[in-house]
């Protein structure tokens, strides 16, 4: 159709060349036309090869995608906790560099005492509310399971966890307590560090994380602050250095995760037996 009206403007201007040359034009006016048809035909049966791959390419996918078997499930209930190295590696790096701090002269404790300074009350103020807010993560994760909220283990396998998260960071803060004996800011003892109260707020958070964080990561972040505000109020009245909190923070995280490592290994789930009733 394209070429059509080409050939008519040349046919009409081969009336005006002279007899001899008319022949040549004409024919290869035929030749060109034979050419374009062919090349025409030739893009035609292209277009409809590629169009029958096409088709038959999407029937063998769906073929292939029809019998493929359907990929294993998931495990997610029975799957086993697993205690990665920098689960370890961060806290007790972390703690360390607390523990640098744990000195009565130099640098160090020059930068301890004005960081003290600027965040205590220096005495002069006294809020109780980190006596009851250190229980306040543990209790939230117990509130939502007796509202009807389930996590992420029973009851009973909770229990176990919470007795050997508390097993693991009694022997550690009062084993560093004993230890170190460093004196508190206010003076009334020599077991500063680590602070104990702001171990057991991050232990309690790290459970209420670990239990709700498919429910809603928020549950866990909530524990958090709430054992940040621990940590905060322990410095605010003068009980313990920065440096203190910091090291109770990553103990009380440190010994929730252990606690979840080592439930599975040492309270194993009993198989039950299948009774025939005749």
Same mark, same amino acid.
């Given at each position: 159709?394209?070429?059509?009206?080409?050939?008519?403007?040349?046919?009409?201007?081969?009336?005006?060349?002279?007899?001899?040359?008319?022949?040549?034009? @004409? @024919? /290869?006016?035929?030749?060109?036309?034979?050419?374009?048809? +062919?090349?025409?035909?030739?893009?035609?049966?292209?277009?409809?090869?590629?169009?029958?791959?096409?088709?038959?390419?999407?029937?063998?996918?769906? $073929? !292939?995608?029809?019998?493929?078997? @359907?990929?294993?499930?998931?495990?997610?209930?029975?799957?086993?906790? =697993?205690?990665?190295?920098?689960? +370890?590696?961060?806290? !007790? =790096? $972390?703690?360390?560099?607390?523990?640098?701090? +744990?000195?009565?002269?130099?640098?160090?404790?020059?930068?301890?005492?004005?960081?003290?300074? /600027?965040?205590?009350? *220096?005495?002069?103020?006294?809020?109780?509310?980190?006596?009851?807010?250190?229980?306040?993560?543990?209790?939230?994760?117990?509130?939502?399971?007796?509202?009807?909220?389930?996590?992420?283990? *029973?009851?009973?396998?909770?229990?176990?966890? $919470?007795?050997?998260?508390?097993?693991?960071?009694?022997?550690?803060?009062?084993?560093?307590?004993?230890? =170190?004996?460093?004196?508190?800011?206010?003076?009334?003892?020599?077991?500063?560090?680590?602070?104990?109260?702001?171990?057991?707020?991050?232990?309690?958070?790290?459970?209420?994380?670990? *239990?709700?964080?498919? =429910?809603?990561?928020?549950?866990?972040?909530?524990?958090?602050?709430?054992?940040?505000?621990? /940590?905060?109020?322990?410095?605010?009245?003068?009980?313990?250095?920065?440096?203190?909190?910091?090291?109770?923070?990553? $103990?009380?995280?440190?010994?929730?995760?252990?606690?979840?490592?080592?439930?599975?290994?040492?309270?194993?789930?009993?198989?039950?037996?299948?009774?025939?009733?005749?």
């Amino acid at each position: 159709h394209d070429a059509l009206p080409i050939f008519k403007m040349m046919m009409d201007l081969s009336v005006l060349l002279p007899s001899c040359l008319r022949r040549r034009v @004409l @024919l /290869g006016l035929v030749c060109w036309c034979c050419c374009n048809s +062919v090349l025409w035909a030739q893009d035609s049966a292209m277009v409809s090869v590629d169009s029958l791959e096409t088709t038959e390419t999407v029937q063998t996918d769906s $073929i !292939v995608a029809a019998t493929r078997p @359907l990929p294993a499930p998931m495990m997610t209930a029975d799957c086993k906790p =697993v205690l990665r190295p920098k689960d +370890v590696l961060v806290p !007790v =790096v $972390i703690t360390g560099l607390a523990a640098l701090y +744990v000195q009565n002269h130099g640098w160090f404790a020059q930068q301890k005492r004005e960081v003290q300074k /600027g965040l205590s009350a *220096e005495g002069r103020h006294h809020l109780r509310a980190d006596e009851v807010l250190q229980f306040a993560p543990m209790a939230t994760a117990w509130g939502l399971r007796l509202a009807g909220v389930k996590g992420k283990n *029973e009851p009973k396998e909770r229990l176990g966890i $919470i007795a050997l998260s508390y097993a693991s960071l009694g022997l550690i803060t009062f084993g560093m307590k004993a230890a =170190v004996n460093e004196e508190r800011p206010d003076g009334r003892d020599c077991r500063s560090f680590p602070s104990g109260h702001t171990a057991r707020a991050f232990m309690g958070a790290e459970m209420l994380y670990q *239990e709700y964080k498919d =429910v809603s990561p928020w549950i866990g972040y909530s524990g958090y602050a709430m054992a940040a505000l621990t /940590g905060y109020l322990r410095v605010y009245n003068n009980r313990h250095y920065l440096n203190d909190v910091v090291a109770g923070a990553c $103990i009380g995280i440190l010994c929730t995760k252990l606690g979840y490592w080592l439930q599975p290994k040492l309270f194993k789930k009993k198989k039950k037996a299948f009774k025939f009733q005749y």
